[in-house]
Structures are given as structure tokens and as C-alpha cells.
């Protein structure tokens, strides 16, 4: 079992950043896959960014590539999403997940844990 914490959230000027950062509770946060997903009004969840147990691999989605990464620092049970030259379109709220696979999935019915989210809103 484990609980996840989101923070970071807020609002923040088309082309500016934010970072993200998601604490789990419990022992084996080392054994979860862990993904970043995020829903905006009227939209459906959607994947964002995943990073496998060890950290060695990183995914996500197109629209995100080259301004978001993901890392996870498997000591303080933390997984952080650094988001740079954010658009209006990034605007939702994040939650952070955990999966009990082995690889990272871009479906959140495979993932476990969530998180209770935290909302990032970008202004034009």
C-alpha cells in the first residue's frame, strides 16, 4: 500500500515553468512504476510522463517532449515533474500514479495508486 502527495501546482505565464513533485508513504516506493497524468475540464485523464522502477527510462507523451521530465529519487520516495515553456494547453490538474508493473504503462486503469492531484493553470 501506498499514498501519494502531489504539490507544486499553481499559476503560472505562457513560457514559464513549474515543478512538480509527488512523496509516497510506505516502503516500496522503489518497486512502483510511477507516471504523471492530468485531466483538464471536460476532457478525459490522460498520460503525461513515466519513469521505470530504477529511473533508467523515461516516457511521454508528444505534446510534452522537450519541456517536461520526469526523475525520481527512490531515497526521499519522491517523483518530480519539471515542466518548462508552459502553453495554455498544459492547463489541467496532474496527479501523480503508481503501478505494481514492471513497465511503464500510458493507460491509468493499469495504474494501482493515485494521488489527489494539483492544479497547474497557464495564463496566455
Known amino acids: 500500500q501506498v499514498q501519494l502527495v502531489e504539490s507544486g501546482g499553481g499559476l503560472v505565464q505562457a513560457g514559464g515553468s513549474l515543478r512538480l513533485s509527488c512523496v509516497a508513504s510506505g516502503r516500496t516506493f522503489s518497486s512502483y512504476v510511477m507516471g504523471w497524468f492530468r485531466q483538464a475540464p471536460g476532457k478525459e485523464r490522460e498520460f503525461v510522463a513515466g519513469?521505470?522502477?530504477?529511473?533508467?527510462?523515461?516516457y511521454y507523451r508528444d505534446s510534452v517532449k522537450g519541456r517536461f521530465t520526469i526523475s525520481r529519487d527512490n531515497a526521499k520516495k519522491t517523483v518530480t515533474l519539471q515542466m518548462n515553456s508552459l502553453k495554455p494547453e498544459d492547463t489541467a490538474v496532474y496527479y501523480c500514479?503508481?503501478?505494481?508493473?514492471?513497465?511503464?504503462?500510458?493507460?491509468?486503469?493499469?495504474?494501482?495508486?493515485w494521488g489527489q492531484g494539483t492544479q497547474v493553470t497557464v495564463s496566455s
Open positions: 500514479a503508481g503501478d505494481v508493473s514492471t513497465v511503464v504503462h500510458t493507460t491509468q486503469r493499469h495504474y494501482d495508486y
Open positions: 519513469i521505470t522502477r530504477g529511473g533508467d527510462t523515461t
